[in-house]
């Protein structure tokens, strides 16, 4: 183990570069104030890394609830994205950069948490519109990582399919605000999310897929989504 160069109870920056993405990817790593090499975590993998540590205070909900004995162990790694042309280009469904930024995570990401920290077979991954369409798209790709936190994901016909063709068991926490059917986009056009996630909803259904589905008041900001964190941490990390 080398996790001595993190510092407990704190997020601490770090820096991997990646073969795959071309270039050095920054994370948050966060160890509970009580980390212990000798226990096993669970690993939860922040998308849109800064939002969830500034906006959603993951950590900050996190050991809450672990210190109130609500949770199991569990380690969270921040995954920041550089600028939001580089952002769209890994997260996107249509992208092929998304592609890419799995194969980070699974190649490169995966081998640095279990040389670094005690970790368990568990993993969950959490991410926000653009971001929680590539936590889909992860867990739907690869089976170690069969949980993941959705709040209002940008749904397209190829994430659709690709539930669909889905063959292993997976578990999902999806989050949408009822006020997100014309969310104004960064390029000035509109966009809805709560139909095409209402259609992801039925599909899971439709597989017999384990899932939580929250349909709540509110838009597509940070103001809809920080107060769902702790369910979603409860519902996949529950002791």
Known sequence: MRDRMFTRGLVTPYELASTYLKRTVKLGIYL????????????????????????????????????????????????????IETRSNDYHPESTGQ?????????????FLTEHFMVSDERLAMGDSLSASLALAL????????????????????????VDQLEHQ????????NEESAFQLKNGETADFLTPNRALHQAFEEKGIEHVYHEIDGGHTWKTWKPEIASALQYFLTV
Do not use: K
């Open 139 to 162: 867990s739907l790709a690869d089976n170690r990582y069969d949980q993941a936190a959705l709040f209002s994901p940008m749904v397209t016909d190829t994430t659709l399919r690709a």
């Open 170 to 177: 997976v578990r999902y926490y999806q989050v949408i605000g």
């Open 32 to 83: 509970a104030e009580d980390y212990s090499a000798l226990h096993e975590h669970a690993v939860v993998l922040a998308f849109d890394g800064q939002d969830f540590s500034q906006l959603g205070q993951l950590h900050r909900q996190y050991q809450r609830l672990y210190d109130e004995r609500e949770l199991r162990r569990a380690i969270i790694i921040f995954i920041h994205y550089p600028d």
């Open 99 to 111: 592609n890419e930024m799995i194969q980070f995570v699974t190649s490169e990401l995966e081998p």
